[in-house]
């Protein structure tokens, strides 16, 4: 019976969260620009495969609020074809499946857990998708500027040059700077269209490449050669981030062993035999110690990140 409970909701929460996933169509950009027909038909469209009702109203209950234009910034960062209101119902869902799980398995002492890890894991991997997304975007930019700077000398325009690392590089570089190029043939100007390349990809080494292009776009210039002293930088920078990354691997891995090793100890212990720990959450010494041991460890780790962070 108890298996029987499983997994029904879990057919349940994947059901809500299929219902609320939308096809990608890769056209809102497009779609923003051009506005007027193109909306049309992309709003008659969204009919049949955009978000659910749910999505949709919570889509309209949070337009306009600070925390949703964080939200879809952040969505847009991880290249996830979601709304705010789509994430919102998710998180909402994962939360209260994960409470259901632990009030199925009669641990109601970790029913907050479950509300917690439900609600915030969903912002966790998108938190983890834009880091490794830029982080790729990073390693990819310098050989993509000695691209740029190859289609330079042959003879060709930003526009084109810029279009060939979008044919020819691999995922991210090439679908942001197709964006761009696609945002330039629409009309959008070179400044406004590069800003939203930093918006979607808040990288310095990008951001020190714009400025090259803008600073030559008013005083004039040999751009390939800007290009080429930036691109060499970048590579650089990226080899030496990646020796000292070697370096550091013990003290990173420390950092989370460190951290992570009391929570799953607790937690199996918990499990396992629960008469055995479960006094400390009936006495208020046990929370008090919980608390304590909360607030070093979270210090701990800190203090572990502090050590290992070397700016390159």
Do not use: H
């Not at 955009?50 to 991880?78: E, M, W, Y």
């Not at 996830?80 to 002492?109: D, Q």
């Amino acid at each position: 019976m108890l298996w029987f409970f499983l997994i029904d909701g879990a057919l349940i929460i994947l059901l809500l969260v299929l219902a609320l996933r939308r096809k990608p169509t890769g056209q809102d950009l497009v779609d923003d620009r051009v506005g007027g027909k193109t909306r049309g038909r992309r709003e008659k469209k969204e009919k049949s495969e955009g978000p659910s009702k749910i999505g949709k109203a919570v889509d309209r209950a949070v337009a306009g609020r600070g925390f949703a234009n964080t939200l879809a910034g952040q969505l847009a960062r991880a290249d996830l074809k979601l709304t705010v209101g789509e994430y919102i119902v998710i998180s909402a869902t994962a939360a209260l499946g994960a409470a259901l799980l632990f009030y199925i398995l009669n641990r109601p002492i970790l029913i907050p857990v479950g509300l917690i890890l439900g609600f915030f894991g969903p912002r966790i991997y998108i938190s983890q998708r834009q880091s490794k997304r830029l982080k790729a975007f990073d390693d990819q930019l310098g050989d993509g500027l000695n691209l740029m700077v190859n289609s330079l000398r042959a003879g060709y325009s930003t526009l084109q040059a810029m279009d060939v690392i979008s044919k020819e590089m691999p995922e991210p570089i090439a679908k942001e700077f197709g964006r761009v190029v696609m945002e330039l043939q629409l009309g959008i100007d070179f400044d406004t269209a590069m800003q939203n390349l930093m918006r979607r990809m808040p990288s310095p080494d990008l951001d020190l490449m714009i400025t090259a292009m803008s600073v030559q776009r008013e005083v004039g210039g040999n751009l390939a050669e800007v290009l080429d002293a930036i691109s060499f930088t970048i590579r650089e920078r990226v080899r030496i981030k990646g020796e000292i990354k070697v370096l550091i691997a013990q003290g990173r891995f420390t950092g989370y062993l460190l951290t992570l090793l009391p929570f799953a100890l607790a937690g199996f212990l918990y499990l396992y035999n629960p008469d055995f720990i479960g006094p400390m959450f009936q006495d208020p010494c046990g929370w008090i110690m919980i608390g304590v041991s909360l607030v070093l460890i979270v210090v701990g780790y800190f203090v572990i990140n502090k050590i290992i962070s070397i700016e390159v």
